[in-house]
Nanobody, 127 residues
Framework: QVQLVESGGGLVQVGGSLRLSCAASGSIFSSSSMGWFRQGPGKERELVATITRSGGNTYYADSVKGRFTISRDNARNTVYLQMFSLKSEDTAVYYC????????????????????WGQGTQVTVSS
């Protein structure tokens, strides 16, 4: 049974920072490309950032480029999303997801490519 458990969400003011974590159980982490998605109120789920198995390559949505950083620690089976300069439009439920058996050095941008999902963590940015 694979589980992805997000943590680190909360309420923050505009311009503030948060770091999300996603811990993976099971044995899939090191062979998985990981991604962070979000779904705001009344919006579709969208990709925020993704990272390859080794962590060597990353991809960011234009809306977060330069403000968010995705990273991973394969020894801890954990992927992180560091968020700076938060805006009200970043308010959403944030999900981590995994592409099991990912091609090395390849990141995945399509929601349908992801096999496993966490339950989500709420991020609220207030002004």
């Amino acid at each position: 049974q694979v589980q992805l458990v997000e943590s680190g969400g909360g309420l923050v003011q505009v311009g503030g920072s948060l770091r999300l974590s996603c811990a993976a159980s099971g044995s899939i982490f090191s062979s998985s490309s990981m991604g962070w998605f979000r779904q705001g109120p009344g919006k579709e789920r969208e990709l925020v950032a993704t990272i390859t198995r080794s962590g060597g390559n990353t991809y960011y949505a234009d809306s977060v480029k330069g403000r968010f950083t995705i990273s991973r620690d394969n020894a801890r089976n954990t992927v992180y999303l560091q968020m700076f300069s938060l805006k009200s439009e970043d308010t959403a439920v944030y999900y981590c997801a995994a592409v099991h058996g990912a091609v090395s050095s390849y990141y995945y941008t399509r929601t349908g490519s992801y096999d496993y999902w966490g339950q989500g963590t709420q991020v609220t940015v207030s002004s």
